[in-house]
């Protein structure tokens, strides 16, 4: 599509339809201080879902949903059998996440189909905009199952047995969500797209900061989720003295402090998270015998991430004596640099709408970085107030989103040549 088309496009973009059907979604599963609490495959997600799919037949596109429950909207283009263009992120939430977090993605994509309908223009490619499935990880760990499960990173059945903190198994819920839109038409898992980008909000400070409109993501950081297991033995708080002890509370201390110092980094730029902890048998009058605690270990050097993340086991096993620790890991995403063409696409786009930009690499990770395993990829990031995100107060202006819903209209229509 020529570059003014791409332009008149991008005109059409609502801002204020954007807006307003991004603050309904944020009424299903809302939380105290204008979070949501909407997490992958509940009855909330599913009332979320209904209310997109609607608002996508609206704006005359087909819907359909894979065997990982992700939920494909798709218009068709000039050119019959085109490889599509893709774009989307998800819609599920932290447990006190905010209102933009994955969903800006995809309304983002819907707000394409609907400034494409308004504006009466025809990309050559067809247009597909997908809400990816458990991208958060909150409740089904790991993250980005149903992207993972697309790309052929990993087989869906791989998540099969992971349980909720109900004890609920994926596979179960999953089923649940497929019933509940059967009537829905089903389309194989995987596929083709000539290009994938997503749009999010930055979910940190450095646009805001800097006054920048737009965040050109060259790249995301590396990941490791570790889950460490720490056994001791349960035993009476009152009766049994230090010395016969084997605390894992204690010796989760003693372990997490040791990680601190495995990971303290002057740089700044190695995160380390522990984010979650079980206590058993989690009563105040017994010494615990067990505790789980997750590790969130990030860093954008592929060397320095493997040598950090393959000593924990050391740290964690030498810090708990005498208990015992087992370590799994549950996630791990290489660090990744995203399609140049389509990162200057991006830019392309922000500089032809006028917006001010950056280079940036992502600290979060994203759908986009499984995508890339099968699709060129790219990211647009939009501001998030005071770098807040994963918490209700998480905010971006309409007109920072419909900022970046135009930079994403402009880039993908540059990419619909056949
Ligand atoms: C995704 O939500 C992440 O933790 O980066
Ligand atoms: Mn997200
Ligand atoms: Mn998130
Ligand atoms: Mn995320």
Redesign the pocket.
């Known amino acids: 599509m020529p570059v003014d088309q791409g332009l008149r496009l991008a005109e059409s973009v609502s801002e204020t339809r954007q807006w307003d059907r991004l603050m309904e979604l944020a009424r299903i599963g809302a939380i105290p201080g204008d979070g949501v609490n909407r997490q992958a495959l509940t009855a909330l997600d599913r009332q979320a879902r209904r209310l997109m799919i609607a608002w996508a037949e609206e704006a005359g596109a087909t819907v359909s949903v894979d065997d990982a429950a992700n939920l494909w909207f798709r218009v068709e283009g000039r050119i019959p059998g085109a490889t599509p263009l893709l774009t989307g ?2 819609m599920d939430s932290q447990p006190a996440g905010g209102r933009f ?2 969903i800006y ?1 995809v309304m983002a994509g819907l707000e394409i189909l609907c400034a494409l309908k308004d504006s009466g223009l025809t990309l050559d490619r067809p247009l597909e905009v997908v809400a990816w499935t458990n ?2 990880g909150s409740r089904f760990a790991p993250g980005c199952m149903g992207s993972m499960a697309w790309a052929g990173t990993k087989p869906l059945a791989a998540f099969a047995e992971t349980r909720d903190a109900e004890g609920i198994r994926f596979a179960d819920a999953l089923a649940e969500q497929l019933a509940a839109e059967a009537d829905l038409p089903r389309r194989p898992l995987g596929g083709q797209a000539h290009a994938y980008i997503e749009a ?1 909000i930055e ?1 940190g400070p450095k646009l805001e900061t800097e006054a920048l409109d737009i965040g050109v993501v060259t790249g995301i950081q590396g990941s490791r989720w570790l889950t460490v297991t720490i056994t001791g033995a349960s035993a009476h708080a009152g009766t049994t003295p230090v010395s016969l002890r084997r605390d894992a509370m204690q010796a989760t201390m003693r372990a997490i402090a040791a990680l601190n110092t495995l990971t303290a980094d002057p740089t700044d730029v190695l995160r380390f998270t522990v984010g979650s902890l079980t206590v058993e048998p989690g009563s105040s009058n017994s010494v615990a015998g067990m505790v789980r605690f997750t590790i969130d270990l990030r860093h954008p050097d592929a060397v320095v991430l493997a040598a950090i993340g393959d000593a924990v086991a050391a740290t964690v096993a030498e810090a708990a004596l005498p208990c015992v620790a087992t370590i799994e890991e549950r996630f791990s995403a290489a660090p990744l640099d995203f399609d140049a063409d389509l990162v200057t696409a991006v830019r392309e786009a922000a500089e032809t709408l006028g917006q001010s930009w950056s280079l940036m690499p992502s600290g ?1 990770f ?1 759908d986009a970085q499984l995508v890339a395993g099968a699709v060129p990829s790219a990211m647009i990031f939009v501001p998030s107030r005071a770098g807040i995100s994963h918490n209700p107060a998480e905010f971006t202006s309409a007109a920072q989103l419909a900022a970046g819903t135009r930079v994403l209209a402009a880039a993908l229509a540059s990419q619909s040549r056949v």
């Open positions: 992120s998800h977090d994955g993605g991208e958060e999010h979910q979060a994203h």
